[in-house]
């Protein structure tokens, strides 16, 4: 219509992830002409700001993301099929995509979610969602967003996820530490001349790779990944990931790419990733 290209649109999304974050953009005709982004400590204060937009733009879409673990992703849309993975299908909403795997999660907590706000959200989207909108290459490739407590994976196969899990994290109020070899010290003379070795020692540091200290966040990843590619070889595949995309939603650093070559032995890729306006950017194509 017409009329259609002088009305103002706001593309509204949050999730909360520790604090709440919001974002908005208001456009006309598909074009920008605002954007703004905060973040709340408190439910209140997130509901106050989209009940304001609400009033001062005729047309909004709300859009967030369930972070519960009652859904996933998988590679079939024959309900009889979806029953072999363990599915209760009366109790899970799905939508196939692209007629070759579905997306779903729990009635509950999508009845919950959307209880738990002032405002109507419109677009409910899986966890898994934002990842698969995102994903370009998919054979033998893993996909993991990282948010502040908690990662997302989806691992991909000739075109199709096969495999999806989150994880959430421990408090990050202790500061990991690598663990160290105990010392045998039984039965050792401790007076003996020791010059030998500490020479010996000095002329071997040069030679021995120092180790990569790693924070709380980076060694829960890790040991997660570890557990999928043991799970991988073991359930799914004998192929080779090809690599690791991370969707990085909280500036995790470099470092992260060094471990995962050390210690898995695979190439990977930290992307820096904007969930907020990926999730506009998926309210928006809902809404053509």
């Known amino acids: 219509m017409f009329v259609e290209k002088f009305i103002k649109k706001a593309y509204i999304s949050f999730y909360k992830n520790e604090k709440y ?34 009033d001062d733009y005729a047309q909004y879409y709300i859009s967030t993301i369930i972070d519960t673990i009652n859904q996933g992703i998988i590679p079939t849309c024959e309900k009889k099929e979806m029953k072999n993975y363990g ?8 939508i196939c995509v692209k007629k070759n795997y579905s997306i779903y999660a729990s009635l509950y907590d999508i009845v919950s979610i959307k209880k738990t706000y002032k405002f109507n959200i419109d677009f409910l989207y899986s966890i898994f969602a934002p990842i698969d909108f995102f994903a370009k290459k998919r054979n033998n490739y893993l996909y993991v967003l990282i948010l502040n407590q908690k990662i997302a994976l989806v691992a991909y196969k000739n075109d199709k996820p096969f495999y999806c899990d989150t994880e959430i994290f421990k408090e990050e109020d202790e500061e990991y530490i690598e663990p160290i070899d105990e010392l045998d010290i039984e039965n050792e ?17 040069d030679l021995e790779e120092p180790k990569i200290e790693k924070s ?13 590619i043991k799970e991988y070889y073991e359930n799914y595949s ?44 998926m309210s928006e194509r809902e809404n053509v």
């Not at 953009?25 to 509901?47: R, V, Y």
Request: proline share 0%; with cysteine.
């Open 21 to 54: 974050h919001f974002f908005c953009e208001i456009k006309k005709n598909k074009k920008i002409i605002e954007t703004f982004k905060k973040d709340f400590e408190e439910k209140n204060d997130l509901e106050k700001e989209i009940l304001n937009i609400q």
């Open 87 to 94: 599915i209760d299908l009366e109790n899970i909403n799905f």
């Open 189 to 205: 003379d401790l007076t003996e001349d020791i010059s030998e070795n500490i020479e010996e020692e000095a002329e071997n540091l």
């Open 216 to 228: 709380n966040i980076e060694f829960n990843i890790i040991e997660k990944l570890k557990e999928f």
């Open 238 to 281: 004998d192929e080779f990931i090809e690599k690791i995309i991370f969707l990085d939603t909280v500036k995790i650093g470099e470092t992260l790419k060094k471990i995962v070559n050390e210690e898995l032995l695979l190439e990977s890729e930290i992307i820096r990733f904007d969930l907020l306006e990926i999730l506009n950017q």
